[in-house]
């Protein structure tokens, strides 16, 4: 995991990983807030009935078939049942208190306001949750399509300049680098160019400075060898000057 496509590719799945769990969360969030928001506009409605059944005629009142009202006068007397005259309260539960006037008009009673207690709220719950899920496996599908392309066009060229350069410290200045990829890629790329051109420059003046020394140093050396030979043999006279003259030679030598 040491390697620029491996972070590159970790960074964008783990940033892409925290907003799609953001937004997850926060749909998740919204989903149960309005469901919240639909159980308590429910309990006002059923109070609101119950009064209404309360203060007019319980057969002018309109109550939605899916919501089990029982309504009580104050003494306690069922007045009013949308699931028929025989309907009695269920044992522990405790009537809803009707207000009109800050005074207990009566009671009812309703099954639990939930938006999933109806089938086919239910169903569309079940259907809106499961296309969140599948949004949520696309999008992280598509994310690491994403991040795998994002990542290998980031780190290719990133490896090529790094082959590159390890090509020139091995020696290798034939090959030039590609200047492609980010801008700071591609300035390391064009500057390990310019490195391989100076490299190449370096290593011509190396091959003529050795040159130029080995000729200089030739020379010298094969007049020094000829004058002692020429001596050794008797063909040239030992005298103070050429032997100053051979000195003269080696101190060149030295100096080269």
Do not use: C
């Amino acid at each position: 995991m040491n390697g620029l496509f491996a972070r590159t590719l970790l960074t964008i799945l783990g940033a892409l990983l925290i907003l799609v769990a953001v937004l997850a969360g926060l749909t998740f969030l919204g989903l149960q807030r309005s469901l919240g928001e639909w159980d308590r506009a429910r309990g006002a409605q059923m109070s609101e009935l119950a009064l209404r059944v309360l203060s007019e005629r319980p057969a002018e009142v309109s109550v939605p078939d899916n919501a089990p009202l029982f309504v009580f006068d104050a003494a306690g007397n069922l007045v009013f049942s949308n699931r028929g005259e025989g309907a009695r309260r269920r044992t522990g539960e405790q009537p809803t208190p009707v207000l009109s006037g800050g005074s207990v008009v009566g009671y009812y009673l309703t099954g639990e306001a939930h938006f999933r207690n109806d089938a086919a709220n239910a169903r569309f719950i079940e259907s809106l949750r499961s296309s969140l899920w599948a949004g949520l496996g696309l999008s992280l599908a598509i994310a690491l399509a994403v991040g795998l392309l994002f990542s290998r066009s980031l780190s290719a060229p990133a490896t090529r300049v790094a082959r590159a350069l390890d090509r020139i410290t091995h020696g290798d200045l034939s090959s030039q680098v590609e200047e492609s990829g980010a801008r700071e890629i591609a300035l390391i790329a064009r500057s390990a160019n310019r490195l391989r051109l100076q490299l190449e420059r370096e290593q011509d003046l190396r091959r003529q400075w050795v040159h130029d020394i080995a000729h200089d140093l030739r020379t010298p050396v094969a007049a020094l060898r000829a004058q002692f030979e020429g001596m050794r043999d008797g063909v040239l006279e030992v005298s103070p000057q050429r032997l100053e003259k051979n000195l003269r030679e080696i101190d060149r030598v030295q100096e080269l």
